[in-house]
C-alpha cells in the first residue's frame, strides 16, 4: 500500500467515524480468510460495515475524525477490524451471536455516541445500552403520563364539581 492509498484509507475511515457515530475496534486475528469473510456477511445482514486496518492508520482517521478518541489508543495493538453501524447496539449483539461458534472476535473498544467502552467484558452492557431514540421515547412517556391522569382527573372531576356547585345553588 503506497502513501496516496493509506491517505485515502485514512480519510475514508475518519469519514465513517463521523458518519456513523459508533464504531467497535475488534479482534479478528487467527480466523480463517472462511471464517472472516462468514463474519463479514453477517455483518452486511446486519447493516454493519466491516473494515480492517493497520491500528497506525485506525490512530490517524481518529485524529482526523476530531473527538476524544485518545482511550481507544492504547487498544490499538494487534490485528483490528473496525465495525461501523447507525446502531449502538447490533455490533455487540452480532458478536455475541458469533461468539457462540467460535472464542472471536474480541472487543477491544466501543465508541457509542461520543462515551467510549474499553474491553471485551463491556459486551453485555453494550448489547443492553438504549439508544437515543428509546430513551426520548421513555422520557416523553413518564412525562405525558402526569398530564394525562390530571387533564383526566379535570374532565371526570368537573362533572362532579358542577353536580356539586348545581346542588349548592339549589339549596341556596
Do not use: W
Not at 51 to 69: C, R
Request: some cysteine; overall charge positive; aromatic content about 6%.
Amino acid at each position: 500500500m503506497n502513501k496516496e492509498e493509506k491517505h485515502e484509507l485514512v480519510a475514508a475511515l475518519a469519514e465513517q467515524m463521523k458518519e456513523y457515530g459508533n464504531f467497535y475496534i475488534t479482534d479478528t486475528s487467527d480466523l480463517s480468510v472462511e471464517k472472516v469473510n462468514n463474519i463479514r456477511r453477517k455483518c452486511f445482514e446486519n447493516d454493519i460495515t466491516m473494515q480492517v486496518a493497520k491500528n497506525s492508520l485506525i490512530k490517524k482517521a481518529m485524529e482526523a475524525a476530531g473527538g476524544d478518541f485518545s482511550p481507544i489508543y492504547d487498544v490499538l495493538k494487534g490485528s483490528s477490524s473496525i465495525l461501523f453501524s447507525k446502531s449502538g447496539t447490533a455490533p455487540a449483539k452480532l458478536i455475541k451471536q458469533l461468539r457462540k461458534r467460535s472464542d472471536k472476535p474480541i472487543l477491544k473498544a466501543a465508541y457509542i455516541s461520543e462515551a467510549v467502552f474499553i474491553g471485551d467484558n463491556q459486551l453485555d452492557t453494550l448489547i443492553n445500552l438504549k439508544s437515543k431514540e428509546q430513551l426520548i421515547g421513555e422520557i416523553i412517556g413518564l412525562l405525558q403520563s402526569p398530564a394525562k391522569n390530571v387533564i383526566s382527573a379535570l374532565q371526570s372531576g368537573g362533572n362532579i364539581l358542577a353536580g356539586v356547585v348545581k346542588t349548592l345553588q339549589e339549596r341556596g
